[in-house]
Nanobody
Protein backbone atom coordinates (compact mmCIF):
# COMPACT_ATOMS: atom_id res chain seq x y z
CA UNK A 1 0.00 0.00 0.00
CA UNK A 2 1.08 3.59 -0.55
CA UNK A 3 0.00 6.78 1.18
CA UNK A 4 -0.32 9.98 -0.83
CA UNK A 5 -0.45 13.57 0.41
CA UNK A 6 -1.12 16.48 -1.97
CA UNK A 7 -0.07 20.07 -1.37
CA UNK A 8 0.26 23.33 -3.26
CA UNK A 9 -3.36 24.18 -3.92
CA UNK A 10 -4.74 27.65 -3.41
CA UNK A 11 -6.37 30.67 -4.96
CA UNK A 12 -4.93 32.14 -8.14
CA UNK A 13 -6.12 34.59 -10.78
CA UNK A 14 -6.94 33.45 -14.28
CA UNK A 15 -3.77 33.24 -16.34
CA UNK A 16 -1.68 32.44 -13.31
CA UNK A 17 0.23 29.32 -12.33
CA UNK A 18 0.35 26.81 -9.50
CA UNK A 19 2.44 23.74 -8.85
CA UNK A 20 0.89 20.86 -7.01
CA UNK A 21 2.99 18.25 -5.25
CA UNK A 22 2.10 14.76 -4.14
CA UNK A 23 4.37 13.04 -1.65
CA UNK A 24 4.22 9.28 -1.38
CA UNK A 25 5.18 6.91 1.39
CA UNK A 26 4.93 3.18 1.76
CA UNK A 27 5.73 0.71 -0.97
CA UNK A 28 8.26 1.58 -3.67
CA UNK A 29 7.06 4.77 -5.34
CA UNK A 30 8.90 4.03 -8.56
CA UNK A 31 6.87 0.87 -9.09
CA UNK A 32 3.71 2.92 -9.67
CA UNK A 33 2.53 4.97 -12.59
CA UNK A 34 1.06 8.15 -11.13
CA UNK A 35 -1.75 10.42 -12.12
CA UNK A 36 -3.70 13.54 -11.31
CA UNK A 37 -7.46 13.80 -11.33
CA UNK A 38 -9.87 16.58 -10.43
CA UNK A 39 -13.44 16.90 -9.26
CA UNK A 40 -15.96 19.68 -8.90
CA UNK A 41 -19.20 19.47 -6.90
CA UNK A 42 -21.88 17.46 -8.66
CA UNK A 43 -19.52 16.08 -11.28
CA UNK A 44 -17.59 12.89 -11.61
CA UNK A 45 -13.89 12.85 -10.96
CA UNK A 46 -12.04 13.40 -14.23
CA UNK A 47 -8.61 12.44 -15.47
CA UNK A 48 -6.08 15.26 -15.81
CA UNK A 49 -2.77 13.59 -16.55
CA UNK A 50 -0.53 10.62 -15.83
CA UNK A 51 3.12 9.70 -15.92
CA UNK A 52 4.82 6.36 -16.34
CA UNK A 53 6.87 4.73 -13.61
CA UNK A 54 10.20 6.02 -14.90
CA UNK A 55 8.77 9.37 -15.89
CA UNK A 56 9.46 8.83 -19.59
CA UNK A 57 5.91 8.97 -20.89
CA UNK A 58 3.18 11.43 -19.99
CA UNK A 59 -0.50 11.58 -20.85
CA UNK A 60 -2.90 14.51 -20.66
CA UNK A 61 -6.57 15.26 -20.97
CA UNK A 62 -7.30 17.45 -23.98
CA UNK A 63 -8.59 20.18 -21.70
CA UNK A 64 -5.18 20.71 -20.09
CA UNK A 65 -2.79 19.72 -22.87
CA UNK A 66 -0.23 22.42 -23.49
CA UNK A 67 -0.97 24.14 -20.17
CA UNK A 68 -0.27 21.47 -17.54
CA UNK A 69 2.89 19.42 -17.10
CA UNK A 70 3.21 16.35 -14.95
CA UNK A 71 6.62 15.22 -13.69
CA UNK A 72 8.05 13.04 -10.98
CA UNK A 73 11.16 12.69 -8.85
CA UNK A 74 11.51 9.08 -7.79
CA UNK A 75 14.38 9.94 -5.45
CA UNK A 76 12.02 12.21 -3.53
CA UNK A 77 8.94 9.97 -3.88
CA UNK A 78 7.06 12.93 -5.30
CA UNK A 79 4.94 13.66 -8.35
CA UNK A 80 4.20 17.20 -9.51
CA UNK A 81 1.58 18.96 -11.57
CA UNK A 82 2.68 22.30 -12.99
CA UNK A 83 -0.39 24.26 -14.03
CA UNK A 84 0.04 27.31 -16.24
CA UNK A 85 -2.42 29.62 -17.96
CA UNK A 86 -5.06 28.64 -15.46
CA UNK A 87 -8.71 29.19 -16.28
CA UNK A 88 -11.74 29.48 -13.99
CA UNK A 89 -12.92 26.11 -15.29
CA UNK A 90 -9.80 24.53 -13.81
CA UNK A 91 -11.26 25.19 -10.36
CA UNK A 92 -11.61 21.82 -8.61
CA UNK A 93 -10.26 19.58 -5.93
CA UNK A 94 -7.17 17.92 -7.37
CA UNK A 95 -6.22 14.39 -6.37
CA UNK A 96 -3.13 12.39 -7.04
CA UNK A 97 -3.34 8.64 -7.37
CA UNK A 98 -1.43 5.57 -8.35
CA UNK A 99 -2.67 4.72 -11.83
CA UNK A 100 -3.30 1.72 -14.04
CA UNK A 101 -2.20 3.20 -17.37
CA UNK A 102 -4.19 0.74 -19.48
CA UNK A 103 -7.42 2.16 -18.12
CA UNK A 104 -6.27 5.49 -16.61
CA UNK A 105 -7.96 4.56 -13.39
CA UNK A 106 -6.68 5.36 -9.95
CA UNK A 107 -6.07 2.82 -7.24
CA UNK A 108 -4.60 4.53 -4.18
CA UNK A 109 -5.73 8.11 -3.66
CA UNK A 110 -4.62 11.17 -1.77
CA UNK A 111 -7.00 13.39 0.16
CA UNK A 112 -7.07 16.15 -2.44
CA UNK A 113 -6.10 19.81 -2.56
CA UNK A 114 -8.37 22.68 -3.58
CA UNK A 115 -7.47 24.84 -6.56
CA UNK A 116 -9.56 27.94 -7.15
CA UNK A 117 -9.06 30.14 -10.19
CA UNK A 118 -10.73 33.53 -10.07
CA UNK A 119 -11.76 35.41 -13.19
Amino acid sequence: QVQLVESGGGLVQAGGSLRLSCAASGRAFSSYAMGWFRQTPGKEREFVGAISRAGITTYYADSVKGRFTISRDNAKNTVYLQMNSLKPEDTAVYYCATVILASMTGTYWGQGTQVTVSS
